[in-house]
């Protein structure tokens, strides 16, 4: 073969390579860019809030409640009429949960915990656990899996607590010397508690009794490095997976309890993400919420969806969150 037309046959090939190689590095690149797309949270309501918290999904219901604590609102989003429906209360409003009995929640305000009627929107004293703590308010909250509520405070540093709650409005302090009571949740053996009082930047693991709600041999399981904020409102997947919101971290992160590390980081256009929930049919969509609160200028022009709600597509299953549960047996 002449060697003149072998050399721009060579050449050709390996111009047509160059092309192929150029293609399928650009392709991986879309991939790429759309996988990293897919982890970002949207933004579904643009609420304005100013410390969103609480994110409760009731699975028999198909709605998200969440609550505005400065806001002194009560919020129940319908994801299928896009609607939102807002009740404002006298008082800042820490947390909340719908009963098991229907009609209404247990909402934890700075003056008690109290029942509210969804249809009245009367409220009916449940108990007032932290009338001794001066100055304090409750935080965060959820229920166990006997359908006992927990709630926490925040306060000065140490001068807050974890109280237990029955149905019958017998209330009993499980965990001193908190400064930020935060997220809570529960394995799916029923087995361990795990637990963030915010500034320690911890999660503990404790030992938990199904049957006497009794707590024991605490253990730091997480500790969340520098960088990335600190740890508020928690949830856990059906792997027994904890799903923590980053205050100050624009995130939520998806952590293993049994190594310590970080597994998977959601990006959320928001500085300070204060919790999050598994929702949906199968309960595999992640509603998120934040807070347009404590950011300087600088931040919240960076920040301008701040205080939204948003979703994620976590990639896993969620488990049914525990209601109130209204029958007295202890």
Do not use: Q
Request: include cysteine; glycine fraction near 10%; charged fraction near 25%.
């Amino acid at each position: 073969m002449d060697r003149k037309i072998m050399s721009i046959r060579i050449k050709k090939l390996r111009h047509f390579s160059y092309c192929l190689l150029f293609f399928v590095f650009s392709w991986g690149c879309s991939i790429e860019r759309k996988e990293t797309k897919d982890m970002d949270a949207r933004l579904l309501w643009d609420a304005k809030a100013m410390l969103g918290e609480g994110a409760f999904w009731h699975h028999g219901e198909k709605r998200l409640y969440w609550v505005d604590i400065e806001g002194k609102k009560l919020h129940i989003f319908d994801p299928i009429a896009r609607a939102d429906r807002a009740f404002l209360l006298d008082e800042k409003i820490g947390t909340v949960v719908p009963l098991d009995s229907g009609g209404g929640a247990v909402v934890a305000l700075k003056n008690g915990i109290h029942k509210l009627d969804l249809e009245t929107e009367k409220l009916r004293l449940l108990v007032h656990p932290a009338a001794h703590e001066a100055g304090n308010r409750y935080n965060d909250g959820k229920c166990d899996p006997a359908g006992r509520l927990w709630v926490g405070t925040i306060g000065e540093t140490g001068s807050a607590a974890l109280y237990r709650i029955n149905a019958a409005g017998k209330s009993k302090m499980m965990i001193d010397s908190v400064t930020i009571s935060n997220g809570i949740v529960w394995s799916k053996d029923n087995m361990t508690m795990y637990y963030i009082d915010t500034p320690t930047k911890t999660v503990v693991a404790y030992s938990y009794d199904v049957k006497t709600g009794e707590i024991s041999k605490p253990k730091v399981v997480v500790t969340v490095p520098e960088g990335m904020g600190s740890p508020d409102g928690m949830a856990i997947d059906a792997e027994d997976k904890l799903w923590i919101g980053h205050w100050g971290g624009a995130c939520v992160a998806r952590w293993d309890p049994i190594t310590g590390n970080m597994m998977r980081k959601i990006e959320v256009p928001a500085l300070n993400v204060t919790s999050c929930a598994f929702g949906g049919e199968n309960l595999d969509i992640l509603y998120i919420t934040t807070a347009s609160i404590g950011m300087n200028a600088e931040e919240t022009a960076k920040y301008p969806l701040s205080g939204g709600l948003f979703v994620a597509d976590p990639g896993v299953a969620g488990v049914k969150s525990y209601l109130f549960k209204t029958s007295v047996d202890e």
